[in-house]
């Protein structure tokens, strides 16, 4: 162990964490948090909650699993299921998320916090960072507003899900991005 701060790394699966936290274990001792119950179905969400474990172990990184509580999410995004991709529905899940991931960093005492899906050429970076900012506030902590996209971020990150034939999902997660 190093004397880097902590940072809690909220993850969406094991093909966006790979490079973030990569990039992070610079400047930090980065700990995953597996937070998704946005993902449907359950079978969906135990495949990519497995690969990620499975990678974690591989690479020795500290991981920590929230519970699957999907009752909840579709309770929080109520009245948006019709809403387009990268529309409220999206905001309404990165804030769900990201409050999830600030609540389990306070519990943890560690101050600051990020999320993987900024990695993701499909996601709005600034409407994550503006729920990222409201959860640290909420939590009085610190959310790293990091773009991993930047610098070929998604290329980089895929070359490592390549390298270690990680699952790859073919939509977002929730029941209403699965492409018919
Ligand atoms: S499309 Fe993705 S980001 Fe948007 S609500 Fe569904 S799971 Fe969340």
């Avoid at 899906?117 to 600034?126: D, G, M, Q, R, Y």
Wanted: hydrophobic fraction near 30%.
């Amino acid at each position: 162990m190093n004397d880097k701060p902590k940072i809690l790394l909220h993850a969406c699966c094991a093909v966006c964490m790979a490079y973030p936290f990569e990039l992070l274990k610079e400047n930090y001792n980065p700990v995953v948090f597996f937070s998704n119950p946005n993902i449907y179905p359950e079978e969906e969400y135990l495949r990519r909650r497995d690969e990620l474990i499975k990678y974690c172990e591989q690479e020795d990184y500290a991981y920590i699993i929230d519970d699957y509580e999907q009752d909840k999410w579709t309770e929080y995004i109520k009245g948006l299921e019709k809403e387009p991709e990268k529309g409220h529905r999206c905001n309404k899940c990165f804030e769900y998320r990201l409050n999830r991931t600030a609540q389990k960093a306070k519990e943890k005492s560690i101050n600051t916090f990020t999320t993987t899906l900024t990695v993701s050429p499909h996601k709005v970076s600034k409407n994550i960072f503006a729920a990222g900012e409201q959860a640290a506030k909420n939590y009085g902590l610190i959310f790293l507003a990091q773009d991993f996209k930047k610098h070929n971020g998604f290329l980089k990150t895929m070359e490592i899900a390549k390298l270690n034939n990680f699952y790859r999902q073919q939509y977002c997660g929730c029941e209403f991005s699965i492409k018919k």
